[in-house]
């Protein structure tokens, strides 16, 4: 009866814990609540299923206690059973993949008025990359990567000129507008998460991921990394600043571009890059 009662009140304390806990999502800044929406599911399903399978245990050890004389019946198999476990814990597996499944082809299925914002991951830093006037990014390339070209733009790409350059500081984003980011890491592998857009997705090395989002209300949003990518995973922050049209806009105007940055620069008789 001890061990009966146990497994009861764990069901018991798991579901208080769970309505009063005050752990709980932070507030949601983009147009993700889809997957707030699909984790509540995911909760419930695997919240059912466990109190089920831990009452169904406390169940089984009062019922079938000792007692003296009694007999243990020894069935081997039960095609019924095994029908029946079947195709509910068929049910309950698609119950869960079906909204993720919805989800994630909203996910990766970028609109058409998107802006591309590249975000770039190096131990143990974030810096960033937006299009300038002609609105497009130029291509980049790590073999490019330099002392004067820290993010590896190519300087032969007429449209990455103006590209806005962000080296290791705030990201600016204008609320109400689709952002496509752009994943791409410099050394090793990197994840660029921002708890309250919902949103995150792994950067590896040689390759370029990619997710999108809605900023939906302004403010200050901190940035994480959520790979373990070395000894200083735990200081690789950052901060997205989410602007209304008139204060990104002046944000904007204070950034330089790659043309800028690399144009070279008379001292006197010298002639030097400006780093």
Known sequence: MAIALVLVLVVVGSVLFHALSPWWWTPIASNWDYIDHTLVITFWITGVVFAAVVLFMAYCVWRF????????HYEPESKRLETWLTVVTGIGVAAMLAPGLYVWSQFITVPDDATDVEVIAQQWQW???????DGKLGTSDSRLISAE??????????NGQDDVVVEAADLHL?????????????????????????????????SVTYF???????????????????????FMRGVVAVDTEQDYQAWLQEQS???QLT?????GAAEMVQP
């Open 65 to 72: 206690r000792h007692k003296e004389g009694s007999k243990a």
């Open 127 to 133: 810096s960033y990359r937006l299009p300038g006037a």
């Open 149 to 158: 070209n820290p993010l590896g733009v190519n300087p032969e790409d007429p």
């Open 174 to 206: 204008p609320i109400g507008k689709p952002v496509k980011m752009l994943l791409r890491s410099i050394d090793v592998l990197h994840d660029f998460y921002v708890p309250e857009f919902r949103a995150k997705m792994d950067m590896i090395p040689g």
């Open 212 to 234: 999108w989002f809605t900023p939906t209300r302004t403010g200050s949003f901190e940035v994480l990394c959520a790979e373990l990518c070395g000894t200083g995973h735990g």
């Open 257 to 259: 571009t790659f043309a």
């Open 263 to 267: 144009a070279p620069e008379k001292v």
